[in-house]
């Protein structure tokens, strides 16, 4: 076999290893996005399952601005048997969201574990570790921007100014110990190590000029606002490029009457 056969078949053998290489990477590389899909299906089928056991609508007669609310009765029980770190539920008007919160006391454990401790990509939406409840006079409840939508997501939409002005930013915190409308006052990007995060904080001028800053950070002029002694909860999630952070600020409006 001449010299020159034997080159051309060393450089068939070597394209032909290449090429398979590079199929093997490709379908690793779809069998990572197959895996991550039925994740992120899991995770909504989860919580819509959810949904159906432990909320029910209760028809009240309402008038103004919140004529379309109609507030959640929460069965708390059975939700803490399934996720005993369960300490409310968040539901807005105006987006699709609508989930529970959990704490447990650090900021990592329910990064990527759903309410009752599974593991999934969306994770749960959970309370600072360093807050001790949702009452805290700031609280900040952290959530994923999900891809396919869900989580914290849709906050997204509040960066439009337009979209604020058709939908007001209304939503309902529900406790054990009760239920409160909240709207938000100010939506913005922030860097992870904001001072925003800040909490611990009594009524006083610190805490007053720290609502400055929460107003004056927004990216558009909301009409709503917050008062010195105002009870604020912070919604947070990551940018698409997960670099920096979407926020979302909103005071406490005013208690629920679940009847």
Known sequence: MSSSNQTKKKKISGITIVQILLVLVILA??????????????????????????????????TGEEAAFEPLQIDFAA???????????????SVEISYPIVY???????LRRLWDGSYNQAGTLFLEGNNQSLNDLHAIVYGHNMRNGTMFAPLKEYLDPAFFAENGG???LYTPEGAWRY???????ADPDDPLYTVGFVVGDEYTAFLKSLRDAR?????????????????STCTDD?????????????????G
């Not at 939700?79 to 008007?93: A, S």
């Not at 447990?104 to 329910?110: I, M, P």
């Not at 990216?219 to 919604?235: E, F, K, N, P, R």
């Not at 997960?242 to 679940?258: C, F, K, N, S």
């Open 104 to 110: 447990s006391g650090d900021n990592s454990y329910y």
């Open 170 to 172: 209304w939503f309902t």
């Open 29 to 62: 590389a779809l069998a990572v996005i197959g895996l991550r899909l039925l994740d992120y299906k899991k995770g909504k089928d989860s919580y819509d399952a959810l949904r159906q056991t432990a909320l029910q609508t209760t028809s009240q007669e309402q």
């Open 79 to 93: 939700l803490q048997e399934q996720g005993p770190d369960i300490i409310g539920w968040i539901d807005f008007d």
């Open 219 to 235: 990216l558009y002029d909301t009409g709503v606002t917050v008062y010195s002694d105002d009870q604020v909860l912070t919604l």
């Open 242 to 258: 997960a670099a920096g952070r979407i926020v979302a600020h909103a005071r406490r409006a005013e208690p629920v009457d679940l």
């Open 183 to 189: 709207q938000l006052f100010s939506i913005h990007e």
